[in-house]
């Protein structure tokens, strides 16, 4: 299976599946002599861990990081850094039932038809749990790049939704609430609404936005290797994604160029920021904003109609542990993968010295 490793320059690639012993990564093009805090990257881990919340699945697991290389008395070597997390609270026989057929809206079918072979416990290669690993890599991605701030929070789920600009939240909310927004009465409805469903053995979905501040300008390239176009990439490599846009997205098509333009200033920044902070592919150091939609999780407990890999009619029922809901996890590896793309193009624009023994 190829398409397991991403970046260009800071790379990441991930193994394991759901239910193997262990998932973990590899990441090569770290600057050398970063200080890491590894007590940082446990808290973004458990972050994302599952079984944090009663609005999400509650699978068991400590999600604890073990590196094997590339860190020497607490820095960097500038080799790559190996790590492992293992997996023990796997529960492969919740899945028995499933080993002959294909979950509706998952990769089931798919894997089953390119590879002739798939692990059916816990969707195996394609389950959500490999993100984990990419967490890692994001955690660490963000200390070197220590003086650009990425935060992510839960804009809305199903219907629910906060209306004010980014500008007017206090982002110190996003860590006080289950479900990771920065709005906290529009939290409680989210929580609310997120229960009613899992109640009702049914699942919703939603849009993260995440905000990035002191970006320095020049980020990207201007033709394939846009800021936007990485970024867009990234998230689009994240489970259940289905949209990103940046900026005013979808709205700006409602708009006048007159209405849309961000007049320049004699400072270099723009009057507004209608773009999100990228022109042309690349960052022009005001805010990069984007907005990241996911879908509804595929496993109900609800029954559904499908088919068993002799092309035969069935019914698959809904059983085992499962997010009705996967955004309050999602945030922290949405706010990695964008931390590995930044740093990718750092390296490319300012080279590792800038961030070597800093």
């Not at 002739?116 to 394609?126: I, K, V, Y």
């Not at 150091?285 to 595929?298: E, R």
């Amino acid at each position: 299976m190829a398409g397991n490793t991403f970046g260009n320059r800071f790379r990441v690639t991930t193994f394991g599946e759901s239910h193997a012993e262990a998932i973990g990564g590899i990441i090569d093009g770290c600057p050398s002599g970063i200080v890491l805090d590894l007590e940082a990257i446990q808290k973004e881990m458990d972050r994302r861990k599952p079984g944090q919340s009663k609005i999400v699945t509650q699978r068991k697991e400590e999600d604890k990081v073990r590196f094997l290389s590339g860190i020497f008395q607490g820095k960097t070597t500038g080799t790559p850094i190996g790590f492992i997390i293992e997996n023990t609270n796997s529960k492969s026989a919740d899945y028995d039932h499933i080993k002959d057929i294909y979950r509706p809206s998952h990769a089931d079918y798919v894997y089953d038809k390119k590879y002739g072979h798939r692990d059916h416990r816990g969707g195996g290669r394609s389950s959500a749990r490999e993100t984990a690993s990419r967490v890692v890599a994001g955690a660490i991605a963000k200390q070197v790049l220590k003086d650009i701030k990425i935060t992510a929070f839960v804009q809305s789920v199903g219907q629910v939704k906060v209306e004010k600009p980014y500008q007017d939240l206090d982002f110190d909310n996003i860590e006080n609430n289950p479900v990771r927004c920065a709005c906290p009465i529009k939290a409680v409805e989210m929580e609310d609404l997120i229960k009613a469903v899992k109640k009702d053995g049914d699942s919703i979905g939603g849009v993260i936005q995440c905000v990035v501040q002191n970006v320095p300008v020049g980020l990207g390239e201007p033709v394939f290797d846009r800021l936007d176009a990485e970024l867009a990439r990234a998230m689009l490599s994240i489970n259940a994604v289905k949209a990103v846009e940046f900026g005013l997205g979808f709205a700006a098509t409602q708009l006048r160029g007159s209405q849309h333009n961000d007049q320049i200033l004699p400072t270099g920044k723009t009057l507004t920021n209608n773009a999100g902070g990228i022109v042309g592919g690349i960052s022009n150091g005001m805010d990069i904003y984007f907005n990241v939609a996911f879908k509804p999780t595929a496993t109900l407990m609800k029954d559904q109609n499908s088919i068993d890999v002799h092309g035969q009619a069935v019914i698959v029922k809904g059983k085992g542990r499962h997010d009705a809901c996967v955004l309050p996890r999602a945030v922290p590896i949405v706010e990695a993968m964008c931390a590995m793309v930044l740093l990718d193009m750092y390296i490319e624009q300012f080279g590792f010295k800038k961030l070597e023994n800093q």
